[in-house]
Each structure stands twice: as C-alpha cells, then as structure tokens.
Nanobody, 114 residues
C-alpha cells in the first residue's frame, strides 16, 4: 500500500503559476504516474500522465502550460502549472498505477480567481 499526499494548491490570480507536489510513502519508480482534476459538478478528468520510461501525455487544455515531472530519489511527483486560467479551478489529485494497484491522494484545491 502506498500513501500519497498532495500539497501546493491555493488561490492564484489568472496568469499565475503553482507547483503541486505529491509525496509517496514508497518508491514511485515502477508506477505509471498521473495528475487528474475534478471541478464542482464535473467528472474527474485526466490532466497529465507519465510512464515509467518518462513518456508524458497531456490533456489538450493544458498543453504548453502544465508540466508533469518526478524525482525518484524523493518519491515525489510534481505538476508545474503556468498561465493558469479560471477554468483550471478544481481539486487536483495524483495517481499511481501498476496493474491492480491504483493509488490516489486526497486532493489539493486550486482556485484561479482575481
């Protein structure tokens, strides 16, 4: 069992930046990693994923603005978010997936508003 704890969310003005972190209680090296988000009244949606080889995939609505990365030595996954828009307001969740092992964090709130 791997525990995930997100941090780094908060209130930011449009055009601003935030970096989300997801600390894991164990190694993330062998897992497919991802960030998802859920806005009020909407379904959870994929934001970005990264394979064990480092290949990344982004939702069209964040391409060029968000970057997923990881530090295996710190067992931490990151999401750098730039040029934030009000539509990016949501609870952001990190995810680790390896076969039947599917772990989620508790989520961190990101609010983009002036």
């Amino acid at each position: 069992q791997v525990q995930l704890v997100e941090s780094g969310g908060g209130l930011v003005q449009p055009g601003g930046s935030l970096r989300l972190s997801c600390g894991a209680s164990g190694s993330i090296r062998l897992y497919k990693r991802g960030w998802y988000r859920q806005a009020p009244g909407k379904q959870r949606e994929l934001v970005a994923t990264q394979t064990t080889l480092g290949t990344t995939n982004y939702a069209d609505f964040v391409k060029g603005r968000f970057t997923i990365s990881r530090d295996n030595t710190k067992n931490t996954l990151y999401l750098q978010m730039n040029s934030l828009e009000p539509e990016d307001t949501a609870v952001y969740y990190c995810n680790l997936l390896l076969r039947q092992n599917d772990y989620w964090g508790q989520g961190t709130q990101v609010t983009v508003s002036s």
